[in-house]
């Protein structure tokens, strides 16, 4: 079982940045492939990027695939989500997750997950 902490998280101005790192730990497959998932309140749990460790490949959600971006730490098994220009609808409890093989933005297709970051956009 993959172990997965998030953190980074917190109180955000719009249009300001905020990173969050998710690190892996445990018995980590060489077919990882992490996700970031968030839930606003009142909302179901949706998909935000997803990194294949092995592809070095991502994909990101259309609402934020021209503000956020992804970068790893390969030697901390460590993911990194760089939020920029964020805006008030990115308020959200912002998850990792864990799977093997191929990036999926279905949550019910992962594994592992970590506890969640509070991330709240507000001026």
């Known amino acids: 079982q993959v172990k997965l902490v998030e953190s980074g998280g917190g109180l955000v101005q719009p249009g300001g940045s905020l990173r969050l790192s998710c690190a892996a730990s445990?018995?980590?497959?060489?077919?990882?492939?992490m996700g970031w998932f968030r839930q606003a309140p009142g909302k179901a749990r949706e998909f935000v990027a997803g990194f294949n460790w092995i592809a070095r490949s991502t994909h990101f959600a259309d609402s934020v695939k021209d503000r956020f971006t992804i970068s790893r730490d390969n030697a901390k098994k460590t993911l990194f989500l760089q939020m920029n220009n964020v805006e008030p609808e990115d308020t959200a409890v912002y998850y990792c997750?864990?799977?093997?093989?191929?990036?999926?933005?279905?949550?019910?297709?992962?594994?592992?997950w970590g506890q969640g970051t509070q991330v709240i956009v507000s001026a």
């Open positions: 997750a864990a799977r093997q093989f191929t990036i999926s933005i279905r949550e019910q297709e992962y594994d592992s």
């Open positions: 445990g018995r980590i497959p060489a077919s990882l492939v």
